[in-house]
Every structure is written in C-alpha cells, then in structure tokens.
C-alpha cells in the first residue's frame, strides 16, 4: 500500500470513529494505536495535522480509558506511555536532560476538583497553593545553560530525545544568548519554553507567503514549529519569532550537588535559589528571559483557580499570542516533588483547555449570497462540526480567488477554524484524501437573484450584480440602515427587515418610517409591546448623529470611521452636492477611490430623491456639531492607537478621545498629534519616529492626559 492510500484509510477511520466514539471496541484498541501514532507524525514531524487537537485528544482518552480498565494490553509503545514519536533524520539527535512530559488534559471544572482531590490526597494538606498561566500555542523546546552561557537548544522530539536546533534559537531575539545564572548559585539549568509568533507577525508573514504563490501556514503553532527546522539560520532570523520560557526542569549548582527539579535541601548553601515555581518565573525574568510572570497569578485552592481560568478566557483574544488553554502547577517546587509523575505526566500540574477553535469537516455544496453593494459572496455549506462551543455548518469563502487560493473542491476534506472564536474560516484543504469524486466549484456568470449579469472590474476580486433594483440588495441595504452600528433601530433585525419586505410592507430604506403598524399587529408574534417598542425606536433614530445616518447609507468605501470624518465637514448631509472630488480628497482618511464613490452617490438623482424623502419624513440631516467646551481636555488634538492596550479596550480608548474632543485617525502622518503605544507596536511606532511633530506616548500617558 502506497503512503497517499495509507493516509485515506487511516483518516476515513478516524472520522468514522469521532462521528460515533462509542462504536471503537477493545478488539480495536492496536488500529486505534496504530491510528494515533500516525496522528502524531503529522504533526510533531510533518507539522501538517489532518485533525484538530480536540478531535486527537477524542481519540486518545479513549485509549487511555481501555487501558487503565485492561492493564493487561498496555504495550510499551502505546501513545500512552511516551510523548511523542520518531523524528525527521535531518537534525542531530540530543536527550534531554529530563523528559519533556506531556500534561494530563482537563475540559471542565468537574475535571479541575476531580485532580486537585487526589492531588490534596496524595499530599496530606487540605489547601495547595497553584499557579495558573495560559497554554501556550507553538513548538516547545528545552534550552541548556552551562557557565551562564546558552550552549544548546533542542525541539521536544518525543519527549526523552529531540532534534538539536541551536543555531536557529540563537536568532530569536528574546532569547538571551548569555545570563547570570551563577549569581544564583546555578552553574548549569535546563529551562523548558514554548515558541511562538504573534498574530500579526504571523498575519503578515501568511500574506507574504500568498503572494509568492506558496501555500499559507495553518496556523502560528504550525508556523513557528516549521520556521525551527529551516537548515538556514539568517532565514529563521527574519520570521519574527518569540519565546516564553515557563519551567525549570533542572539544575547543577555551583557546588557539584544535582537536583532534578531545583529541589534544594535543606543544608544546600543555595539561599539564593527560589522554592516555588512563581519565585523561578520571577527570576528568569530577572534575568532577562521572557517569561509568563505578568499573566501569572498564584491562587490559594482550585475554586481560585476556575475563577481565574474563566477570568482569563473572556480576554483570551486580547493576547498578540495564541492560547489554547491555561496551565495549573502546584507553586511549592518541593510539593512538586513529592506528588511525582506517572510516565506520561506529572501529577503536579494539569493543562485546562479551551472549546476547541478548529475542526475537520466536509465540503457539500456552494451558495451564492447578493450582498448590498452587489457582491457575489460563496458561501460553503458543510457537514456541520463543532467548533469553539459552536455548530459551524456555513462558512464565507469570500471570492473566487479565495477558493483557487484555498483549492477548494466540492467533497472535500477541509480544516475548519473560528477566527476570534467568531468568524469561521476554512484554513486548508487536504488535497492527499481526495477520492477523484471532488468536483470543480462553478461561480456564476449571472446574479443568482435577479439574473443579471455580473461584472468585476478588472482591480477587484469580487464579481458584482450592479442592478440597483436586485431585490437581494435593497433588503441588504435597508438591514444595514437599522443595524445597531447605523441607525440602531432597535427591535428592527434582519428577520423583520426579511418579514416585512416579503408581505410588502418595506420596498426601500424611506418607507421604514412610513410603516403600517396596524398591518404589523395583525401578523403572529407583534403584540402591543413589541409593536410600541419598534415605533419608539424608529422614532429615537430621526435624531441619530449625522455620521449614522451617513454609515447607514451604505455609500461604497465609507466606513464608520469615514463617516464621522465626513460629518464634521458639513453642516448639512447636502453639502456634499456641491463638492468635487479634489476637494473630497483634503479630509482626513479620504482618498481617490473613496472621493470617487461619495461624489457619486451624492451626484445620484435616485440618492438625492431618497435623501429628500427621508429629511420629509423627519430624519435629521444636519450635523448637530456638539461646541468644543472651555474644558474638553483634548480638542483639536488627533490620536492613533498601536499595539495591545493593557488597561484599556481599543475601542473605549478611543471613543475617550471623541468623548474629549481629540478626534481618531487612521494612520500615521504629519497630520496625527499623539500616537498612543501598547505592547507589541509595530510598524506604525517605527513610522512616525520619523515624523518629529508626532508625540510618542505610552498608555499610562494617555490616561493621565485625561485625567488631567
């Protein structure tokens, strides 16, 4: 059997059984091995998985389970009893001076109080004290010091040996290449780290990647784990790459005495060494590595622990870096010790996981959507999979170069994702399992609505229906008018907008002001509340800020922060009429291809009658310019945010500013007054260094000018 039909059988068996787990039996436990083994060649070697972490783990606690209930069967090469597996042959191999273990899983609270009980038991005490850090998402390696000098750095491998990839680490800049471990006692230390690139490296490097016609990474983990085994170090130089260091596995001090996990006795002459993992965090930073010492918090007890964790994902998006989960380790290193380790894991700590963010599927079919603007949007349907604590059965693929991208063919097998843990993607196809029953995706020549016939202009990836009377978009624009970024018509959503345009009631955005309600309370579901909530809201919307109503308008280009750019420079919405598009062009943020499409709308006479028809109606179309008061801490100035802010979301930052009187723009020029630094600022920072005008200022900073 030849490796392409190998890879089809074992992964039809593998989906077979994470469709239905229960139907694996004992007399299946080696081809569920054998499955699994294969499983983690694809990924510690080819870093190219087939399936989710999610789904692996699916699979291997069912092993685990028909083991720990028929010792009799555990072989010594089961996935159970070691890490990882063999590795590639172009690497020298090294052993670590301690096994890179794996962690025990846990998906639920009821998991956290089922291992901290043993662990509690196993100790005698009725408390332990733990430290809770985020699981880091990229390719671990172990870093060896000798005499304070870094003098080998190694891939996990499978656990007990690894591939020796020195020299690459050695580009990673925050990795120190020298430290003074020796102040502390320590003449040799082995330090355990994951590394990492962020998502805007990583976002900008997949985009590089394209445009060179070279197939996308799938994902950061997959990314970093790649850029370590590149032959040539100034390559590996160039990606960016960052590491967390996170654990200390072994020790030599200066004395000649070894410890294993940095267990000092009692008569060891080492005051100096810290005796709890917290204390070893702090000091690695000390010493200028990069580790997880602000996202650290030490909690008395597991109920502490779970408050902690749920804290931490709410924010997990927040983070420049990837996480799938957080890391739970008792703090007392002696505790450590004590508690001990199974072949597989250590009993001292555990690995919370995250609702898995990515999933295989199937490709069945492709519709095509009529957007607002005409766009022509193919939207997968697929066998429906969970994804993030959510069912994905429809995904966007945007455009027909996405799919030639993308390759995609109907019946394919495909790698689901959920980007922010909202927007699903596809993040790959596995071209290897196709059955040569895949077929072409065909996009249409003519609108799958009104039938007319569609154009893409030849700058654009986007086909478009440009009937202006397409009834996929007049409904499009009238649920973008009340949406709550637009005219925040409350009680006025896409299913009513949808309702109340198939019976007749809506046949533009004009006639939602002109609404027959007494229709309206004879149809199922509107009762007297809900009816005197919708008119009260669509009363409320006549008075919206001009740049509402100007978003609301769907004008091409325009988005919101366009829009309050384009307020502030009328005192009426027909004042636009009357200006050309060279004098478009001198506002803020606008631009030849914006400047085209506003003079367009508004030389429109179809867009003109409307906007008439609205202001009869009572929609205001002035700009109701608020008086910049005596005390608006930052009138006149302009702002623009960079980085992750650490005390403050981008967004309320940045309303703070409107809120004062300063005014947000979009990118870095003489025009910009403060550009506001977080953390991980990039090319933006290096922009306007350059621009002596511009003011570089730190968040604290920004909070002070407030509170001034």
């Known amino acids: ?5 190998r890879t089809k059988e074992l992964h039809q068996q593998s989906s077979n059984w994470l469709s239905n787990p229960g139907s694996i039996e004992l007399s ?9 083994r294969w499983h983690e060649y694809r990924y510690y070697v080819q870093n190219d998985p087939l399936i989710s972490d999610a789904e692996y783990d699916v699979l291997f606690k069912i092993l685990q389970k028909f083991e720990q209930e028929h010792p009799a069967i555990i072989t010594s090469d089961s ?56 699981k880091f998402d990229g390719a671990s390696i172990s870093l060896i010091y000798e005499n304070n000098l870094l003098t080998r750095s190694a891939t996990r491998g499978d656990g007990t040996v690894g591939d020796e990839i020195t020299l690459n680490t050695k580009q990673i800049k925050s990795v120190p290449l020298s430290a003074k471990f020796s102040s502390y006692g320590i003449e040799q230390i082995e330090i355990r780290g994951e590394v990492l690139i962020n998502k805007k490296n990583f976002k900008a490097y997949n985009e590089k990647l394209m445009e060179e016609g070279v197939p996308p990474f799938a994902n950061p983990r997959n990314a970093a784990a790649g850029s370590l085994r590149i032959k040539d170090p100034t390559v590996v130089s160039n ?15 200066t004395e000649k005495t070894t410890t294993t996990s940095l267990f000092p006795s009692e008569n060891s002459s080492l005051i100096q060494q810290p005796k709890s993992h917290s204390a070893m965090l702090e000091m690695l930073w000390e010493l200028g590595f990069r580790s997880p010492k602000n996202e650290l918090k030490v909690v008395k007890g ?88 959510v069912t994905v059965s429809s995904i966007s693929i ?69 009937n202006i ?45 002109r609404l027959d309600f007494g229709k309206i309370g004879q149809l199922e579901g509107f009762g007297k509340k809900s009816i005197d909530n919708l008119q009260t809201a669509i009363e409320l919307s006549k008075s919206q800020p001009l740049h509402r109503l100007i978003f609301g308008l769907g004008i091409r280009y325009v988005g919101e922060t366009t829009a309050k750019t384009l307020a502030n420079a009328v005192t009426h919405l027909f004042d636009f009429t009357n200006l050309s598009e060279e004098q478009l062009i001198q506002l803020e943020d606008v631009g030849t291809k914006v400047a085209g499409s506003i003079h367009r709308f508004f030389k429109d006479e179809v867009n003109l009658l409307m906007l008439q028809e609205l202001e ?74 350059k621009i002596q005008s511009i003011k570089i200022i730190n968040e604290e900073d920004f909070i002070k000018m407030l509170s001034k």
């Not at 960052?242 to 596995?249: G, I, K, M, W």
């Not at 007049?474 to 345009?501: L, P, T």
């Not at 700009?623 to 981008?650: H, I």
């Open 239 to 253: 990606r960016n790459l960052e590491v967390f260091l996170y654990h200390v596995s072994f020790t030599t001090n």
């Open 616 to 689: 009869g109606l009572g929609i205001s179309l002035k700009n109701q310019k608020k008086q910049v008061a005596e005390n608006d801490t930052l009138a006149g100035q302009t702002f623009l945010f960079t980085g992750s802010l650490m005390k403050l979301k981008r967004s309320d930052a940045e309303e703070m500013v409107e809120q004062n009187g300063g005014k947000i723009v979009s990118g870095v020029s003489s025009k910009l007054n403060y550009l506001v630094v977080g953390e991980e600022a990039g090319s933006k920072l290096e922009k306007a260094k």
């Open 28 to 36: 299946a436990i080696e081809q569920l091995r054998d499955i699994l």
């Open 469 to 513: 009377s397409c009834t996929a978009q007049v409904v499009e624009r009238i649920i973008h008018f009340v949406s709550k970024d637009a005219m925040d018509i409350k009680s006025f959503g896409e299913a009513n907008v949808r309702k109340f345009y198939d019976i007749g009631l809506l046949k533009g955005i004009p006639d939602i002001y």
């Open 302 to 389: 597991i109920n502490g622990v779970i408050k902690y964790i749920a804290e931490f994902e709410e924010k997990r998006e927040e983070l420049p870096y990837e996480i799938d989960g957080m890391v739970v380790k008792v703090n007392d290193l002696q505790l450590q010790e004590k508690l001990g380790m199974t072949s597989h894991h250590p009993r001292w700590a555990i690995a919370f996981k995250f609702k898995a963010r990515q999933g295989t599927s199937k490709l069945l079919s492709v519709e095509f959507q009529v957007g607002r603007t005409g766009a022509v949007t193919p939207v997968a349907k697929i066998v429906p999979v969970m994804v993030g604590g």
């Open 1 to 5: 059997m030849n490796q392409l039909q």
């Open 398 to 466: 945007h455009n027909e170069e996405y799919i030639k991208e993308k390759d995609l063919m109907l019946g394919d097998t495909i790698l689901i994702e959920r980007s922010g843990d909202v927007i699903p993607q596809i993040v790959k196809s596995f071209a290897e399992l196709r059955t040569g029953d895949e077929t072409n995706i065909q996009f249409p020549k003519n609108c799958p609505v009104c039938d007319h016939e569609l154009f893409k202009p030849a700058e654009e990836a986007v086909w478009r229906c440009i």
């Open 79 to 134: 996935p159970t009893q070691r890490v990882g597996v063999g590795l590639a042959n172009d690497f020298a191999k090294v052993e670590h001076l301690v096994p890179m273990l794996s962690l025990e899983n846990s998906y639920n609270a009821d998991d956290l109080l089922d291992w901290d009980r043993k662990a509690r038991e196993l100790s005698g005490l009725e408390t332990i004290e733990y430290c809770v850090e985020p």
